[in-house]
């Protein structure tokens, strides 16, 4: 018995620690604070652990991902929630797509640093923020994001392409803003 | 139908079924502006996770594998006490009953209210004919000691035993110019208390068992009960005749 559990401890110790940038990058970026955000890890850790029995095996990422942003939803965004300023309905997600200026991404981007992306990324409002986070840095499946947020897979379809759509706002705006591209480049004529 | 923003997403994500990406993709072919619109969606996402710092913190690292180990304590505690339960009570319960057991069979403090209940319940198992040679040995040295120029004291007979505390006893039929005396000695008690002092001498303890009053003095390790119907003063005179060793 004591060796199983030493043997359970160090299994996941081996796991949680090969995934421990991606857990507390994910903890940061949706807190935006560090010292929330170590909170958060470490309880998501400790929850993790308590549950690991339960854990079926598959993508402990997915898995420990999952915790960290349900306890974020259910604990942490509650005393936060407020307007969600600048964000968009997720129904408007479904209209056509439409050419929303043609900046060349080569302006948009090769300018930019890690530091501007988080930057940016940090701006978009939270439900969007936390889908194309956990889509574009973690790469986790829409089903996963949808079990992580918990919401319907459709949710998370509209959440990340609306999140994204914002994100490119935000990077025009900073490029905008340092002179990396000009308002004329923002017609799309 | 002309997919919608959700569908590039999803094509870009990989999260279409064949036959819906075959569907989009169709649509792509023909359709310029939605293949800009894929394409920039494809560079954002390449973007951003180039761009995205990847952030270490091993400080948070250390603190959690530090909570994990506080956790496993707390486990194995938890763990011991649960699986052990009916044997720590047992073992807490047979420790009370053996610990009750020593206290009543070997303790060397009696209280007054024991001394009645260990004399009473004496039961000699052999007459003085029985002796062995260490116990009349032992008679004949208490007596020897003894004061006999003034009022000798006789012994009339004696027994070997033992109370129902299975503490081994004497019980010697005494008599002097006075009358009958019972002077029981008790083995193993250093102390008895709760008896009223007798006099100035602390050592010479009495009581009153009905008519008789009963003095108690330890020596050696014995108590020494002497039971007579006289008054306290005359019995811890007899009592020091007979342990003169004492003052």
């Given at each position: 018995?004591?060796?199983?559990?030493?043997?359970?401890?160090?299994?996941?110790?081996?796991?949680?620690?090969?995934?421990?940038?991606?857990?507390?990058?994910?903890?940061?970026?949706?807190?935006?604070?560090?010292?929330?955000?170590?909170?958060?890890?470490?309880?998501?850790?400790?929850?993790?652990?308590?549950?690991?029995?339960?854990?079926?095996?598959?993508?402990?990422?997915?898995?420990?991902?999952?915790?960290?942003?349900?306890?974020?939803?259910?604990?942490?965004r509650q005393r936060q929630r407020?307007?969600?300023?600048?964000?968009?309905?997720?129904?408007?997600?479904?209209?056509?797509?439409?050419?929303?200026?043609?900046?060349?991404?080569?302006?948009?981007?090769?300018e930019a640093l890690g530091t501007e992306v988080e930057a940016a990324l940090a701006r978009v409002?939270?439900?969007?923020?936390?889908?194309?986070?956990?889509?574009?840095?973690?790469?986790?499946?829409?089903?996963?994001?949808?079990?992580?947020?918990?919401?319907?897979?459709?949710?998370?379809?509209?959440?990340?392409a609306r999140?994204?759509?914002?994100?490119?706002?935000?990077?025009?705006?900073?490029a905008l803003k340092e002179g990396l591209i000009k308002v004329s480049d923002l017609d799309p004529g | 139908?002309?997919?919608?923003?959700?569908?590039?997403?999803?094509?870009?994500?990989?999260?279409?079924?064949?036959?819906?990406?075959?569907?989009?993709?169709?649509?792509?072919?023909?359709?310029?502006?939605?293949?800009?619109?894929y394409q920039r969606v494809l560079r954002l996402k390449q973007f951003v996770l180039q761009h995205a710092e990847v952030l270490q913190n091993e400080d948070a690292w250390r603190v959690s594998v530090a909570r994990l180990t506080e956790i496993d304590r707390t486990r194995r505690v938890d763990s011991f006490v649960t699986r052990n339960a009916w044997g720590l009570c047992g073992v807490?319960?047979?420790s009370l009953v053996v610990g009750g057991m020593l206290q009543r069979n070997s303790a060397s403090n009696v209280s007054g209210n024991e001394v009645a209940r260990m004399m009473s319940s004496f039961t000699p198992d052999r007459s003085s004919i029985a002796f062995t040679p260490d116990e009349?040995?032992?008679?004949?040295?208490?007596?020897?000691?003894?004061?006999?120029?003034?009022?000798?004291?006789?012994?009339?007979?004696?027994?070997?035993?033992?109370?129902?505390?299975?503490?081994?006893?004497?019980?010697y039929f005494l008599r002097d110019g006075g009358g009958r005396m019972v002077l029981d000695v008790v083995e193993g008690v250093r102390s008895i208390e709760g008896m009223t002092v007798h006099g100035e001498d602390p050592r010479y303890k009495s009581g009153n068992m009905g008519q008789a009053t009963t003095i108690a003095w330890v020596k050696d390790g014995s108590a020494l009960l002497l039971t007579a119907e006289r008054d306290p003063s005359s019995l811890v005179e007899i009592a020091k005749r007979i342990c003169p060793g004492d003052e």
């Open positions: 018995m004591l060796f199983g559990r030493r043997d359970k401890r160090d299994a996941f110790e081996r796991q949680a620690e090969r995934v421990f940038p991606s857990i507390y990058g994910t903890a940061l970026r949706l807190c935006r604070s560090r010292e929330e955000a170590e909170d958060l890890v470490q309880e998501a850790m400790v929850r993790a652990y308590e549950a690991y029995d339960r854990f079926d095996g598959s993508n402990f990422k997915a898995w420990i991902l999952r915790i960290v942003t349900n306890l974020y939803i259910n604990r942490y407020g307007p969600q300023l600048g964000s968009l309905d997720d129904e408007n997600a479904s209209e056509p797509v439409g050419l929303e200026g043609e900046i060349p991404d080569r302006l948009l981007f090769d409002p939270d439900d969007f923020r936390t889908a194309v986070l956990l889509s574009d840095i973690e790469g986790l499946s829409y089903q996963e994001i949808a079990d992580a947020t918990q919401v319907p897979i459709g949710t998370v379809r509209s959440r990340i999140g994204r759509a914002l994100l490119r706002k935000e990077l025009e705006t900073y | 139908m002309k997919p919608t923003l959700e569908d590039l997403h999803s094509l870009a994500d990989g999260e279409l079924s064949p036959a819906e990406s075959q569907d989009v993709i169709r649509e792509l072919n023909s359709d310029a502006g939605l293949t800009a619109e807490i319960f047979a009349r040995k032992y008679v004949q040295g208490l007596f020897n000691q003894a004061d006999k120029s003034v009022n000798s004291i006789t012994l009339e007979r004696f027994y070997v035993g033992s109370n129902d505390d299975g503490r081994r006893m004497r019980r």
